[in-house]
Each structure stands twice: as structure tokens, then as C-alpha cells.
């Protein structure tokens, strides 16, 4: 009795989806700081702040259970989730966890699947608080949500770029993007043969940051102790050209990069290599990083460098100048979004 | 790579399999108050606590899109998060919504399901605060994740439970229980009909109290009112049995229960006649009811009896003398869970 005719969602794509759905909403609760439009939403406690924020995974799409180990399926889940509040510059704090269930997945596969979502708590000091399971007719679904905190002052949106200020990232890009097509072809080769032996060697680093990616509250806390705070920070998710479009968008302004600037590992350039992938495309369209994006103000340039945990790979620019990456001969190319709509 | 075999869920159940994954899990922060194991999580807020629960709801096992309208779907999705809050005295403000996006569903479709959700938002005074869209590959998933606020001391939990308690409930039960029946008969009934017309006729209430289930904030508001604190609650989703069950189980105490005081709607009646159901069954058993289950001490009845808006079906019990229904000969007979376990 449901449409079935109409607009496809590709059409839209996520964003616009989103801002379709949420645009007219009203708000009943003074309490309700943010809608829709930032990494978590922010509610009012008084002077601190309540971060929220919810992230669902859905089997097929966010992973394949033929070579994601559920152990690092759990990690990877709580440190996407808990991403979005550091990406606030909120402390992570607690989280709730929505299971679907298909009748495949056994009790043993829940039990590492919340050992590695445990291990993650523990090394980011979350609690995992509560939560509800569900059957699914088909796949393995997760949903995290997690809240924080942070002094209201304390908050980064996506809003507060500003000309002039420094775009760093937290760590080289493109690397989980060429660890999953790793795995695929991998799969993809082995997909007869009767004891896969998958050829990883050489790579382990780039499995890694697909399978397991770190959340980087470590670098937030040096920049709080160097009291230095970003003026936009959001959460690597879709690739550094779609999340850098994103803060410029939010704080309408414009960006410079420099090609030369973004730091891309070894082991993915050689896998780019091998595979006939521009690196390059790797890195600013891949997705999944899950590193910090952020900017902070010009003067905080020798603070930040010193540090040794960022790179600084550009800066802002007035809103007219576009999101420019500039190549090493210096000329000018306007980065394009191509990440995740589907 | 992963297990396949090992203990199916089925052998656990729910219940079991909640408290086998979250038995061990520890606790960093101070502010997480309690751990999963009631409807709400309840995380400190100094004076105030926050309430934060999450709910998943997937295609082909929590509802069926050939007769769920999306907008009764998104109303319902509503309403099932926010009653976790209202069922630990809170009043909810914020939800946050992720949805996994199968390529069947349009943008329309999404549209008509916001517009439900919004319904529900604006009837309960909550926000639609965030969200996040994935793409599925199968069917339809919700997961709504709800948050309010209350006073520590109005917090009301599974356990407060005590002997003479009165049992009291919001409204009659099995009527959505029936109305699923109802609609997953006239399903397989018109399966192969061209231009299928369901029978509803006589039957619209229970169609709107399986599609369209309203939350009972307004009798705890006039609970509030009349100076009643419930000194246990529970969201009525798994059927009265279990429920109740659970309650005695938190509270460490027993229940006797009055068959011929357990409302159950005529039209709830008329059609488990003829479709061969035992109504008792529906009352006891159906779930999806969504109303309040809760106790009040026994010196409130007067009060409670003056509203006009519960049912006590009976009274509190030490533990040893277990959960007990008793017919209107004055048998009593042991309450089984038949719950939700799939």
C-alpha cells in the first residue's frame, strides 16, 4: 500500500536528504541548543553542555562479516561513535547500543563483538550503559549512540572557520580506503578456493586502520593542555574533500590545500600502485579515516607544529576563493565532493 | 572467517542474552548511575538525572510495510522510544534518529515517516535534535534513541516494588496484539487478490491501537498532580506477563493479579472469538500494548481509583509466592513469560 514511485534518495544524496527531512522541524525544548547540521546534536544543562549523537551500521553496506572480525566490528562501531562527540571537542562519557540480530549470528559472535566494543570503552573511559536487541530478517544491524560533555566555551562546530585559520588533520588519509579494497580483492580472488590464504603481508598497516581505527583523543587533549582550541573541527567520515566542503559550508568560507601537504603512508601508496588507484583520489575521497579535520587561528602555528601530532595542510580562504587544491606546480583545482551518496 | 555455529540466541532469549553481554561490563565514569537492566539508562546530572534509552525497530519483524503506514510507522517509532523515558517518571525532550535505507524506500516515503515522527514530537513536546542515514541492504531499519530529564528523586525504577503495592495498568490490553492478527490475516487473505479491500469494519480500534499506540503522559502528569509517585514502572512492549514478571524479578517480590479484572476491549474480544484466540491470551501475552505498567502503594488507592485513568488489576506479594494470575473461581495459577523470545 506504499509508494513505491517517486524520488531516489541518490538523487538527493545523504545531505540532502537529511536537510530535506530536518528542515522544517520545530523546537519545543529551550533546552534544545543545535538541530541537525553538526557532528552531535547540543543540549543545554546549565554551563555545561550535553553532546548526542547516534551512528548506525548496517551489514553489506558499513562491513562484510566474511573478513571483518566481530571483535574489531565492536571497536570500529564504539569509535565512530564516540568520534562524533570528540569531533565537538566534548568528553566522551556513555553510550547505548541497538542490536538487529539475524538468526546466523550466534551468542559466541555477540560476546567478541562486545569484547572489542569493551576494549574501546576502556581505552576511551566510555561506559556502555544500556542498550535493546532485536531480530533482523536479513543482516547484522548496529546502532551506537553516545553522549558527552563539554563546558559550553569548549564546544567546536563546524561554524567557526575563519580566514586565515590552519586546516590540520591528525593523521595520513587514504590509508582504511585502500585497506578495504584490500580485503575485497582478497575475497574476490579467494572466492573458490577451498583454504583462503589471503596475502596481507606488507599491508597489515593499512588493515589496520580500516579495521581498527584509533579515535584521537589524545591529540585533543594535548591541544587543551597547549591551550590551543580548534575554531571548526568534524570527524573524517566521508573523505577530506566532502568533510572540508562540509566546514566550509558551515562556516561560508573558502579553502586552500596544498597537494603536497597531505600526508599519505607508504604502504598505501604501494597498494595504489599495484591496484591502478590514484593515491591521491584515495586520500581525499576514500572515506573511513576517521581522523580529526579542524582548524585553528594563524597565530597558534608554531603551538600547533610543535606538538608533532598534526599535520597542517592548508588554509582558510574567503568564501569566493571556492575549496582549491593547489598541486605542486601551483595551479588551482576545485575539489568536488564524491563521497557516499548512493 | 566468523562462527557459525555455537549457542543460537533462541536458547538464551532477550532477557538472557542481555545480561550475559553486559554482566561484566565496567564502570569509568561516576555520572553512570545504572547499567542496562530497567527502561532507561539514568546518568547524573547533580540535582537532575538524564534518562537515555535506544530502540530498534526492523522490517519484516517489528512491522510490515504492505500494511504499516510510514506515518503511523514514524508516529509509533516515536512514541515507543519516548515511553522508555515516561516509564522512569521522566519527561522526555530530545530524540535523535538513525535509519537504515533500503533502495525500495523514496524520498516521499521518508517524507510521510518524518511527518509521523513529527506528529509524535509535537503531541509529547519532544525534538528531533539528529540523525544519521545509512543505506541497507534489505529492509528498513529505526532506531530511535530518546533522551529526557527528572528529578533524582522523582526517577521511578523496576525495583521499588513492595508488599500490598497496588498493580495498576493505563488501559486495556491485547487490543494491538489482535489488530496485528487482523491485519496479517486480511495479508494472507487478499494475497493474490487483485484489487485486495481488507475487512476492517467493527474492528478500526484495534487497527489504531497496534498502528498508532499513544504514549500515557498525561496520566503521569496527573499522577504528578495528585502527589502519586509510583514506586515501580515498566513500559508494557513484551505483554503483561512478562512485565510483570520483570518487576517482581527487579523488585525481588511476587504479584497476585485478578483475571476478571485484567480490561480487555470488546472488540479485542469479539474478533480473538472469531479468529479461535483465547482474549487472555492477547491480554497477557499480545505485547505491543505500550501502555504503563506500574505500582502505587496501597494507601493511594482512593486517589489512584479518583482519576479515572488506570485499572488496578491487583496487588504486590512476597517473592516465595511467586507471580500469580487468579481466575474468578479463585484459582491461582503460576504467570509464564511467553514473550518476545524469537
Redesign the interface.
Known amino acids: 500500500?506504499?509508494?513505491?514511485?517517486?524520488?531516489?534518495?541518490s538523487?538527493?544524496g545523504?545531505f540532502g536528504?537529511?536537510e530535506?527531512?530536518?528542515r522544517t522541524?520545530?523546537?519545543?525544548?529551550a533546552?534544545?541548543l543545535?538541530?541537525?547540521g553538526d557532528d552531535?546534536?547540543v543540549?543545554d544543562?546549565g554551563d555545561e553542555a550535553?553532546l548526542?549523537?547516534?551512528?548506525?551500521?548496517?551489514?553489506?553496506?558499513?562491513f562484510d562479516?566474511?573478513?571483518f572480525?566481530?571483535k574489531h566490528l565492536g571497536y570500529k562501531a564504539v569509535v565512530r561513535g564516540v568520534n562524533d562527540i570528540l569531533a565537538m571537542n566534548g568528553t566522551p562519557?556513555?553510550i547505548?547500543?541497538?542490536?538487529?540480530?539475524s538468526a546466523?549470528?550466534?551468542?559466541?559472535?555477540?560476546?567478541e563483538l562486545?569484547e572489542g566494543m569493551?576494549t574501546a570503552?576502556?581505552e576511551l573511559?566510555?561506559?556502555?550503559?544500556?542498550?535493546?536487541?532485536?531480530?533482523?530478517?536479513?543482516?547484522l544491524?548496529i546502532?551506537i549512540?553516545a553522549?558527552g560533555r563539554a563546558k559550553k566555551e569548549d564546544i567546536v562546530y563546524r561554524t567557526g572557520a575563519r580566514e586565515h585559520d590552519l586546516i590540520c588533520i591528525t593523521s595520513n588519509l587514504g590509508a582504511a580506503y585502500m585497506g578495504l579494497h584490500l580485503l575485497e580483492r582478497e575475497k574476490r580472488v579467494l572466492k573458490d578456493v577451498a583454504n583462503p590464504e589471503p596475502k596481507f603481508a606488507g599491508y597489515e598497516y593499512l588493515l589496520e586502520r580500516y579495521l581498527k581505527p584509533r579515535a584521537r583523543k589524545g591529540v585533543l587533549d594535548a591541544l587543551r593542555e597547549e591551550g590551543i582550541r580548534p575554531t571548526s573541527m568534524i570527524d573524517l567520515s566521508d573523505g577530506l574533500a566532502s568533510d572540508l566542503r562540509q566546514i566550509c559550508k558551515s562556516s561560508q568560507c573558502g579553502a586552500r590545500i596544498y597537494l603536497e601537504r597531505i600526508p599519505i603512508a607508504r604502504q598505501t601508496s604501494e597498494l595504489a600502485e599495484e591496484m591502478h588507484i590514484d593515491p591521491v583520489i584515495a586520500a581525499l575521497n576514500g572515506g573511513e579515516d576517521h581522523e580529526l579535520l579542524f582548524t585553528v587561528p594563524l597565530d597558534k602555528q608554531e603551538a600547533v607544529m610543535r606538538l608533532g601530532l598534526v599535520d597542517v595542510i592548508g588554509h582558510i580562504t574567503r568564501e569566493e576563493a571556492g575549496v582549491i587544491l593547489v598541486t605542486p606546480d601551483g595551479e588551482g583545482i576545485a575539489l568536488k565532493a564524491q563521497a557516499f551518496d548512493?
Chains 1, 2 share one sequence.
Open positions: 500500500m506504499n509508494k513505491t514511485k517517486g524520488t531516489q534518495i538523487e538527493l545523504e536528504l537529511i530535506r527531512l530536518t522541524l520545530p523546537k519545543h525544548n533546552s534544545s543545535t538541530a541537525a552531535a546534536a543540549i544543562l550535553l548526542l549523537t547516534t551512528d548506525m551500521l548496517t551489514e553489506g553496506i558499513d562479516l566474511s573478513y572480525p566481530l562519557q556513555q547505548v547500543v541497538a542490536l538487529g540480530i546466523k549470528i550466534m551468542v559466541e559472535a555477540l560476546d562486545y569493551r570503552c576502556d573511559g566510555v561506559d556502555i550503559v544500556g542498550g535493546d536487541t532485536t531480530a533482523s530478517l536479513t543482516g544491524t546502532t549512540t553522549i548512493r
